[in-house]
């Protein structure tokens, strides 16, 4: 009993060491590894315990989800990692709901004395575990194109989430009366589903960061409630540790977005009234380019910066991004990138996709740290990427983006557009980008531009 | 009730602990501080074994057995992914 103690307590410093090692790319490996042998340590450890008795159907299990878990994870393509990690996220929920409803019939078969907090935490580990599997889910099929990524909305929305939430802690309520009732349980977990589908499918695309950082918080809590459940320390500690990571990264989301949670969760966007006309800002004023204009403007530029966003990810243009980074090198252009906090479907999107294409990290800036050299930057290559680079930002109200952080790439000597069409992103305004005196547009894909534009400046002299 | 004291603290303190860690990741690494705590929430699986361990009725060995599946997916898809996906930032050469 000691023993599986002292374990519990080596495995959460191993978790924390392992945390403390992703504060910089060139620890991030080695942190990775100490969690991973925290986990073993873990896992070590509680079979070693002598309360388990039988091993077969363990042994069963670990099999199945060591097998599925290490072809899904080899298998996926960096671009699809944002429905990987909400997949994978869902299943540690589900595994919370399921742990928690085996304890509970259990220990009603056994009888004997059950404490407040042992239900409690059991219809929490149910009601908490459902939303994150079901939103999860959801958040998935989103990501993959299951389901529309635009927002599903629908009258009296808001009654009916306050509705199911309400019976689903009723059902909760009814799980913890007496010694516990098991058949409540599996109600509150299955109204718990529904409403992690209600939360979920009305948030589009562009809101998908938050969600999967919210998701991230929801499965720790889960795990942290089956803590409880079991009195186990060590998962209590590693839940506390995912839950504080989520609410982290989903309140960074949030302020980059300039929109408090609430407003993300009940809706905000696209209820703003429009008072802006597109044809009023763009007409006559946008100038179209072609690549072997750009290319020339390129040959003469000492500084660039590239400002990825989603498009950029959807087009799949990040080889010819890398290559024409090359190439400019080559010639003594200094090359950067911009990254906007909620570019992408989830926190940190746009780096892990060009640090796939072996873009050194260095290059790799975030908004703050890039935001003041943008006035001796000569070109900006802005590619699939709208709203975050919108200057209507900055003005304090009439928009939905008013007060959200920008990049400020206006501020560089030439801007060019990638992008099919003058067609608004998702907070649904025109951008006055677009029509300023330094921006180009080249209008085309995002992969077949780059690509053009690769060419055109190889060629050019 | 002692117990119960003992817990929430270790709560409340691993809570503060996560905070502070976890506010010193640079944005760059975002997306791998997602996967690999998402892999270390996987931790479900030390409460799944001891349910499947129990023994008790086909239930709980059937719902355990489950969630040991589900779990041990979190844990190893997310580390792995985690692994992956760190070992491609460089720094340049």
């Not at chain 1, 949670?261 to 429009?274: H, I, T, Y």
Request: proline fraction near 4%.
């Amino acid at each position: 009993m000691v023993g599986i103690q002292v374990a519990y307590v080596l495995a959460s410093v191993l978790f924390i060491l392992g945390l403390k090692g992703l504060s910089h790319p060139r620890t991030a490996v080695r942190g990775n590894l100490i969690g991973a042998i925290g986990m073993l340590i873990a896992v070590g450890a509680t079979l070693l315990d002598r309360n388990i008795i039988s091993f077969e159907y363990i042994l069963i299990g670990t099999l199945v989800g060591s097998v599925i878990g290490a072809l899904f994870a080899l298998k996926v393509k960096m671009t699809a990692m944002p429905q990987m990690v909400a997949l994978f996220n869902g299943f540690g929920g589900a595994a919370s709901v399921l742990v928690a409803g085996a304890v509970l019939s259990e220990s009603l078969v056994r009888g004997g004395d059950v404490g407040m907090q042992f239900l409690i935490a059991t219809a929490a580990s149910g009601l908490i575990g459902a939303v994150t599997f079901w939103g999860s889910l959801v958040a998935f099929g989103k990501l993959q194109g299951l389901i529309t990524e635009k927002p599903v909305r629908y009258r009296g929305e808001q009654v009916v989430k306050v509705l199911v939430f309400l019976i689903a802690l009723y059902g909760a309520f009814k799980t913890i009366q007496g010694r516990g009732n098991v058949e409540w349980y599996w109600v509150a977990s299955g109204v718990g589903s529904v409403l992690g589908i209600l939360l979920t499918i009305p948030i589009g695309g562009a809101d998908m960061p938050i969600v999967i950082a919210l998701l991230n918080a929801y499965s720790g809590m889960a795990a942290a409630a089956t803590g409880f459940v079991l009195n186990n320390s060590i998962l209590i500690i590693s839940g506390a540790l995912v839950g504080a990571s989520g609410v982290f990264l989903t309140k960074i989301m949030c302020d980059a977005m300039n929109r408090s949670l609430p407003n993300v969760l009940f809706g905000g966007v696209g209820s703003v009234v429009e008072t802006i006309k597109a044809d009023d800002l763009y007409g006559g004023k946008v100038k179209a380019t072609t690549p072997e204009e750009v290319a020339m403007i390129l040959k003469m530029a000492r500084r660039v910066v590239f400002v990825p966003g989603y498009g950029m990810a959807v087009a799949r243009a990040q080889t010819p991004v890398r290559i024409l980074t090359e190439a400019m090198e080559k010639d003594g252009i200094e090359v950067e990138f911009g990254i906007h906090p909620v570019a992408g479907r989830m926190p940190g999107h746009m780096n892990v996709l060009l640090a796939e294409e072996n873009i050194p990290y260095d290059k790799l800036k975030e908004m703050d740290a890039i935001n003041d050299t943008f006035a001796q930057t000569d070109v900006v290559i802005v590619i699939g990427a709208n709203d975050v680079v919108n200057p209507l930002a900055r003005e304090s109200s009439g928009t939905p983006i008013s007060g959200m952080p920008i990049l400020n790439v206006d501020k560089a000597r030439t801007v060019v557009v990638i992008k099919r069409s003058l067609a608004p992103g998702f907070a649904g305004i025109p951008n006055p980008l677009f029509a300023a005196e330094n921006t180009l547009m080249l209008f085309d894909d995002a992969k077949k531009a780059m690509e053009d534009l690769v060419k055109a400046y190889r060629e050019a002299a | 009730m002692e117990t119960f004291l003992q817990v929430i603290t270790i709560f409340i303190l691993a809570i503060f602990v996560g905070v502070e860690v976890i506010s010193k990741v640079p944005p760059i690494l975002h997306t791998p501080l997602m996967s690999g705590s998402n892999a270390i929430s996987g931790i479900t699986l030390v409460g799944a074994l001891i349910s499947a361990g129990m023994q008790a009725t086909t239930l709980t060995i059937l719902l355990g057995t489950f969630a040991v599946a589900l779990a041990t997916i979190n844990v190893v898809g997310g580390f792995l992914v985690t692994h992956r996906m760190l070992s491609k930032f460089k720094r340049k050469e």
